[in-house]
């Protein structure tokens, strides 16, 4: 019967009463109806020849097959005996995934190319089978049990040789290609591999860890004494002169280790001096393999004697130093061939692991390996117990004189040592990074970098020789540092991450603090802002009645501390915290909005960067990229979208506070560019001078901070012999820095809309005259306590002058929300807090001026910074 005449019998089996057979179910056949889409489906049956049908997949649970009648006969659906030959050879077929003739179904045949891949192999495949004896499914078909059973044997049997033989012949096979395609390079070549590469953002270079003629001095071995050379043998391999050349159970135990997560696995001298100047030290197989067998070549290419040379002439000891004569210069301070035991002692044991057994940075566990390689030398017979007992731990040279890298004396050298210090926090060590032959790629950005260099040497020109200075620019939307400046003397102190009080520059972060508050403290908040005794303000600060923004444009001390008390000092050290401040801030006061606590200028341009950001942080970084001398990518810097620190809207309203101290210190940018920022200056321990003087402040793209100082905390005075603020010199070098930048990008932008939180600030400036109530003489309410400035403030007989068209009056009544503002209603003032409301104008009141002169510097005009003096209290700090 075809297939149209089983599908009739199905059709006709569909229609049949359910008591025309009782004894079994009706077959089954399931079509999908003509023209309908939709994923096609695998058919569950094909048909083999004969009209067979033959399963595909797993086969389907056994029916009781129905007894033959008149009614029910027996039809080809029936599916095949087992003792159909037929059937099973046809069930091989099948299995193996082809029909007869050859061509292929099922799932193999929706592999593309396989049908051409299988016409093309077939013939080789066939005649390999046949060599080898392997049977087909009819030939196992066709044989006995006893002959299916010898010819299992004889499978197994083979299977197990073939299996042998692949152990054996492969290695073999995959050494001999090893040692056709690596080849051993030349000393020179494993110099080169180890000079570590910086280069900028674009790519350009930056410096080079080793220069050409810097820290590596190649000496002969007959320059070398031979207790030198014992000493490096005890250190690291006992058995140098009889051995290989390699390990191999070292190399099965560094194996082992990797497997089960270890490190290690110890290695021969021409083994470290493959890895560590020819191959790399990369932790894989591949590397181990590569390392073996160019360590084969090296030993049969080489004495043991050029060896040993070419190894102590390449190798690191840390110091910046490679090879024994510059090792023996930086940490002694003479030539390797005036070595004594003890000290030759010294600079093996430093090989294995310069960071860590370097005198200068832990004297106790050095001196423990000098011991070991002392008593090694004794075991070995190359030093005599006497000398070993009489021997002394030796005194290296101070570290900081051992700098021979002439890229390292510039700023360039501050820049170098930051990247350093990153990649160790990212796992990379100094000696990876010296040895590996590393390409680091910054965040620096060449231009930027220049302007800001420029900068700083513009505006310090012809400046007292005992200033110092430090600036940082990041980009705030991923944290990239793109300009780094830690002083010229590349070898010396980095100023960029010195760690200094940072005065006025912390109020922004008790700003934060309140606006974090519940209900929050808005920047139309007004506070008595009068000096108080042990806290005074600088000329120029005090204001009777001003809001917060008021307060943070001038500076004004007392209203700043009144914040801390009222939020908790912690909270003002928790809300720089989140900003992105690093430093501890243990134990804060309210004098910590002041700049009482160490910070950093870096960790000062990352807080204000998140500020800048909307409330999100992004790490500060200046590694972009790693890249080994293989070319394989040991790391890549991925900022994504940053830390969501606080929200966008409170950041937006600290940057609202901060937009007046800009035009306030004239330090305005060109084309109209908008820029936020802060002055700090703290006061020294002579009177009237000042120590630390900062500016930091940035646009919607770009952040800077600069410090000035000393080395001693000595007092800081400008050529003209005047004691520097914030918005002198710190906020020249600022101003002239992102100036330049504003001009070179030839665009502006602009900080998002204003959304207030709490009262809205006032658009007027601050000390601007005001209206206050005069008190009535017949009135039976108490008499309002008379404003402390008020008694100080010279009153001028002539009117207020008329107010600018368009600017609102203050009403002292805080605004509505915002409709999209979640803001919670304004608060009622602690009393402690000596908050107070601004004065409602009643129409009979009449107007008093009230305004307190602006006191500016002689000799620029700008407003003098205004900065808490110190009285009695010698922890008292000042600020602008």
């Known amino acids: 019967m075809g297939a149209a005449g089983a599908a009739a019998a199905g059709a006709a089996s569909l229609t049949q009463h359910p008591t025309d057979r009782p004894s079994a179910p009706a077959p089954r056949t399931v079509s999908a109806p003509a023209g309908t889409g939709g ?153 080169n591999n180890q000079i570590a590469t910086v280069s900028f953002a674009n790519g350009d270079q930056l410096a080079r860890l080793v220069p050409e003629q810097g820290n590596r001095i190649k000496v002969p071995m007959d320059q070398i004494p031979p207790h030198v ?46 890895k560590n100047t020819l191959v790399g030290n990369d932790p894989t197989y591949w590397r181990k393999f590569k390392e073996l067998i160019v360590s084969l070549k090296v030993s049969q290419e080489k004495t043991k004697d050029e060896i040993l040379n070419d190894y102590l002439n390449a190798i690191y000891f840390g110091r910046g130093a490679y090879g024994i004569e510059s090792a023996s210069l930086a940490y002694f301070g003479k030539p390797a061939q005036q070595l004594t035991p003890a000290e ?93 032959g590393l390409q680091v790629t910054t965040t620096i950005d060449p231009g930027r970098q220049q302007q800001l260099v420029d900068a700083v040497h513009t505006e310090m020109k012809d400046q007292p020789e005992v200033l110092r200075s430090g600036a940082v620019a990041i980009d705030p939307r991923n944290g990239n540092v793109v300009g780094y400046f830690g002083g010229d003397n590349g070898a010396g102190l980095d100023y960029a991450q010195v760690h200094k009080q940072p005065g006025s520059t912390f109020k922004p972060f008790a700003v934060l603090a309140g606006l974090l508050q519940n209900p929050p403290i808005g920047l139309g908040t007004v506070y008595d802002g009068a000096e108080q005794p042990g806290l005074r303000n600088a000329e120029g600060a005090n204001c009777p009645q001003c809001d917060v923004k008021q307060a943070l444009t001038i500076s004004n001390n007392v209203v700043f501390n009144k914040i801390a008390a009222e939020v908790g000092p912690q909270k003002v050290a928790d809300a720089a915290h989140l900003a992105g401040i690093t430093a501890p801030l243990e134990n804060p006061d309210a004098r910590l909005p002041l700049g009482n606590k160490e910070v950093t200028p870096l960790q000062l341009a990352s807080a204000y960067a998140t500020i800048a950001d909307g409330g999100v942080w992004h790490a500060p970084h200046l590694v972009s990229k790693v890249v080994d001398s293989d ?87 400008d050529k003209a012999g005047r004691p520097i603020n914030g918005s002198d010199l710190p906020g020249d070098v600022w101003q002239e820095f992102m100036s330049t930048v504003v001009r070179s990008e030839g665009t502006t932008s602009e900080f998002d809309p204003y959304d207030p939180i709490g009262k809205r600030a006032s658009e007027q400036e601050p000390n601007a005259p005001t209206e206050t109530p005069k008190p009535s003489a017949t009135s039976s309410a108490p008499a309002e306590p008379p404003e402390p400035e008020e008694a100080r403030a010279t009153p001028s007989a002539e009117p207020d002058p008329p107010e600018p068209p368009g600017r609102p009056e203050p009403t002292g009544q805080p605004e509505p929300p915002a409709a999209a503002s979640t803001t919670p209603a304004p608060r009622t003032p602690a009393p402690s807090a000596q908050r107070q409301p601004a004065p409602e104008q009643p129409a009979s009141a009449t107007p008093k001026p009230t305004a307190q002169p602006q006191v500016r510097s002689q000799e620029t005009g700008r407003p003098a910074d205004s900065a808490d003096r110190r009285g009695s209290d010698p922890a008292e700090s000042r600020d602008d």
Request: hydrophobic share 35%.
């Open 631 to 717: 070319g394989r990518v040991l790391f890549e810097a991925n900022p994504g979208e940053g830390e969501q620190r606080f929200p966008e809207q409170v950041a937006r309203n600290v940057t609202e506070a901060m937009l007046g101290v800009v035009s306030h210190d004239n330090l305005e940018l060109p084309s109209g560019q908008e820029a936020a920022g802060k002055t700090g200056t703290v006061q020294s321990r002579f009177e009237g001078q000042n120590n630390d003087a900062w500016f930091a402040g940035f646009t919607p793209d770009l952040v800077t901070t600069v410090w000035i100082g000393t080395d001693r905390n000595d007092p800081i005075q």
């Open 229 to 274: 050379r014992e000493a490096v043998l005890s250190a690291e391999d006992r058995s140098f002169y009889s051995n290989p050349g390699f390990d191999f159970t070292g190399i099965v135990r560094a194996a082992f280790s990797q497997i089960t997560g270890g490190v290690g696995g110890g290695s021969t001298i021409t083994q470290q001096y493959v």
């Open 39 to 191: 994923r096609r489906r695998k058919p569950d049956f094909d048909a083999a020849p004969g009209g067979a049908p033959t399963r595909i997949g797993p086969p389907l649970p056994p029916e009781a097959p129905a007894p033959a009648t008149p009614e029910n006969p027996a039809t080809p659906e029936d599916p095949a005996t087992p003792e159909d030959p037929a059937a099973t050879a046809v069930g091989a077929r099948v299995e193996d995934g082809h029909e007869p003739g050859g061509q292929p179904h099922g799932r193999l045949a929706r592999i593309p190319g396989y049908a051409k891949i299988s016409a093309l192999a077939g013939p080789g495949v066939d005649k390999a089978r046949r060599r080898l004896g392997i049977l087909d499914a009819d030939e196992r078909a066709a044989l006995s049990p006893a002959e299916r059973k010898t010819y299992r044997r004889k499978l197994i049997g083979k299977s197990v040789l073939g299996g042998a033989a692949a152990l054996v012949l492969l290695p073999i096979l995959f050494f001999a290609i090893g040692w056709a395609v690596f080849s051993v390079p030349t000393p020179e070549d494993a110099v």
């Open 344 to 436: 030759g002692a010294l600079l093996a044991g430093v090989i294995q692991s310069p960071s860590k057994w370097d005198p200068a940075n832990d004297p106790a566990k050095a001196e423990q390996r000098w011991n070991f390689v002392m008593d090694g030398m004794v075991a070995q017979n190359w030093l005599p117990k006497a000398e070993r007992d009489a021997a002394r731990f030796p005194q290296t040279v101070p570290q900081e004189n051992t700098s021979r890298s002439s890229s390292l004396t510039d700023e360039r050298g501050h820049v170098l040592n930051a990247v350093k210090s990153e990649l160790g926090s990212l796992g990379i060590s100094d000696q990876a990074f010296s040895q590996g």
